[in-house]
């Protein structure tokens, strides 16, 4: 880097949602474009490209690898009552199997804090899915404490996705909460949860949903 040569950060977060998603399809209609492929709509039905935004976490690189590995499984099945587009269900099958490769970086990359780090994504998991009931959680956010900074890494390992960097609860005034996504590929395909609330954050009845007491997520300081 330096001279004219300068960095550009091609990942975005879930708080931006409408801008992810309409960059990561742009991103996608390029590539297509340059083999003579003009009709993502013929390949992608509209709910399978909100579930690629949403397993991705708005980056760029998972949003592509995902979008293979559901062009896999949709060709797979072979069409069917789901038709010969990449649905929403295929895309949860992919993401699923993506996970083992974010838990690959997690254990190259974290090294000594290998275990701490594990621990804390364990049990955010089981908040979300044993407790809370819900694809997102509330993280207060003037948290400096060790339990915030491994959230902080598991964010950077895609394990789980800033949607909201402040958000108010009803019956916690004066305190501003930070939102967070449990990773898709833990909740769906063979990990499928059945009944699992999932917040679409990025509408209003979302957002409205997030300012629950029950998303809140109060791990021990140490």
């Not at 949602?17 to 993502?40: M, N, P, S």
């Not at 254990?107 to 407790?131: G, H, I, N, P």
């Not at 956010?141 to 958000?167: G, N, W």
Request: glycine share 8%; net charge negative.
């Amino acid at each position: 880097m330096g001279d004219d040569a300068e960095e550009i950060d091609l990942d975005l977060t879930l708080e931006k949602y409408a801008t992810a998603k309409r960059f990561l399809v742009q991103v996608l209609d390029g590539i297509a474009g340059e083999v003579g492929f003009h009709e993502l709509p013929k390949l992608l039905s509209p709910t399978a490209v909100d579930r690629l935004v949403l397993a991705c976490g708005g980056v760029a690189r998972d949003f592509l690898a995902l979008f293979r590995k559901s062009l896999d499984v949709a060709r797979e099945r072979g069409g069917g009552p789901r038709g010969d587009r990449i649905a929403a269900t295929d895309v949860n099958q992919a993401a699923g199997e993506y996970e083992s490769s974010k838990r690959d970086e997690l254990k190259r990359d974290t090294l000594e804090e290998r275990v701490k780090v594990e621990a804390s994504f364990e049990a955010v998991k089981t908040f979300c899915l044993d407790q809370a009931n819900a694809n997102c959680f509330l993280l207060q956010k003037d948290r400096t404490d060790e339990p915030a900074k491994l959230i902080e890494e598991l964010v950077d390992l895609r394990l789980l996705h800033l949607v909201q960097s402040r958000v108010t609860v009803r019956d916690r005034p004066g305190k501003l909460f930070v939102a967070y996504m449990l990773d898709l590929g833990q909740y769906t395909g063979e990990r499928k949860r059945r009944g699992l609330d999932m917040i679409s954050f990025w509408k209003h009845e979302g957002k409205e949903s997030l300012r629950r007491t029950k998303l809140i997520y109060e791990p021990p300081s140490s």
